[in-house]
């Protein structure tokens, strides 16, 4: 075996104001790892070829093999890509009384437009893009357009190892394999999702911050019925202190991850990551699972339970209001002075 310098530079990594501790990295035969994913807790698999088939996926392959369908690419002139979610407002729209119609077509401003391409357009704009361009990231769900090269490459991937801990660990089904392909520098700010993620690195190298759900207050998240659902309304690069202050107490863990690697980041756990040089741009394909049956409710609940209650309690309110904005003074009625 032969262990590899990582050719990142920890000079090179931004500064955060926060402590962060370093996330495990095991070999994936080693025990430990399951352990740690029975616990819910992030760890980096090496070694487990989960998507060796995919290690030449650089763009020049891709070009060749990915197929002529249509990419969803964010363009963004900053660096950050938050997620808007447009479904949420049509959401809003069916949950509001006509008396606050007006109110929820209010304009919202969309961090990065998103747009479609072929990825021999995509390939081009990266190759010449340069410091100061506007920027992009693919972000596209491996689907049937895809040429045979990547098709068989797909058929390749650890499917045997991978079902494996699918099953021992009790997660639901494969929602889809999500490809990312980003330009060095790019940013997705911190947010957490509704699924169990194994985050495989294919070529470059992203840096991941990690949050457990139990920091839920000092991410400040957007409430469930806002487009930014899920996302830390915190700039982790510049915290408004004065706005956010509880963002003092946060503690992270972190890695980064190159060629090979594989990331659980467990559900519900909170994930900023950035694409870091030296390569110009980084492709990842991430695996996502569905929550496994509820089963057996243990006590005392634990952080990220609390953090799906809080979830409904709010999709609840929101509903019973007919008015999402009318959700946080009837929380404050409930909570000031008594609880
Ligand atoms: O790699 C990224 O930029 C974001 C990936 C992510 O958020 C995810 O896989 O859940
Ligand atoms: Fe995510």
């Known amino acids: 075996m032969t262990t590899e310098k990582p050719n990142w530079n920890q000079h090179d990594l931004r500064k955060y104001d926060f402590p962060l501790d370093d996330i495990p990295r095991l070999n994936c035969m080693d025990p430990q790892v ?14 487990s070829n989960l998507v060796g088939a995919a290690s030449k996926w650089n763009l020049d392959y891709l070009e060749e ?24 407002l049509a959401e809003i729209a069916s949950v509001t009384g006509a008396h606050v119609k007006d109110r929820s077509k209010k304009e919202y401003e969309r961090p990065a437009k998103s747009t479609t391409m072929k990825i021999r357009e995509f390939a081009r704009r990266v190759k010449e893009w340069k410091d100061g361009d506007e920027r992009m990231y693919l972000q596209q769900a491996l689907n049937s357009t895809s040429g045979a090269g990547v098709v068989q490459d797909f058929i390749r991937f650890r499917w045997d190892w991978v079902t494996v801990k699918q099953k021992l660990h009790n997660w639901g089904k494969l929602t889809y394999n999500l490809l ?3 330009l060095e520098g ?8 509704e699924q169990e993620n194994l985050f495989a690195q294919i070529h470059g190298h992203k840096r991941c911050i990690l949050f457990p759900p139990e920091q839920f207050e000092c991410l400040y998240p957007h409430p469930v019925w806002h487009p930014h659902d899920r996302q830390s309304q915190v700039d982790l690069t510049d915290i408004d202190y004065s706005r956010f202050p509880k963002a003092q107490n946060l503690h992270g ?17 909170w994930h900023h990551i950035e694409s870091v040089k030296p390569e110009k741009y980084s492709v990842s394909l991430n695996f996502w699972y569905k ?3 509820v089963g057996q409710v243990e ?8 953090v799906a209650i809080m979830r409904n309690v709010e999709k609840m309110l929101a509903e019973a209001m007919q008015d999402p904005e009318e959700v946080g003074t009837l929380l404050r009625t409930m909570v000031n002075g008594r609880f």
């Open 34 to 47: 399951d352990e740690l994913i029975r616990l819910k807790k992030p760890v980096v698999l090496t070694g």
């Open 65 to 88: 093999n990915m197929g002529n369908g249509d990419f969803t690419i964010f363009v963004s002139d900053r660096n950050q890509f938050k997620f808007f979610d447009e479904k949420k």
């Open 180 to 182: 990312l392909i980003g």
């Open 186 to 193: 790019n940013v997705t700010p911190c947010h957490y999702d």
């Open 253 to 269: 863990v972190e890695t980064v991850v190159g060629p090979g690697d594989v990331l659980y980041i467990p559900i519900y756990w």
């Open 291 to 293: 929550a496994g049956p």
């Open 299 to 306: 006590y005392p609940i634990k952080g990220y339970q609390k």
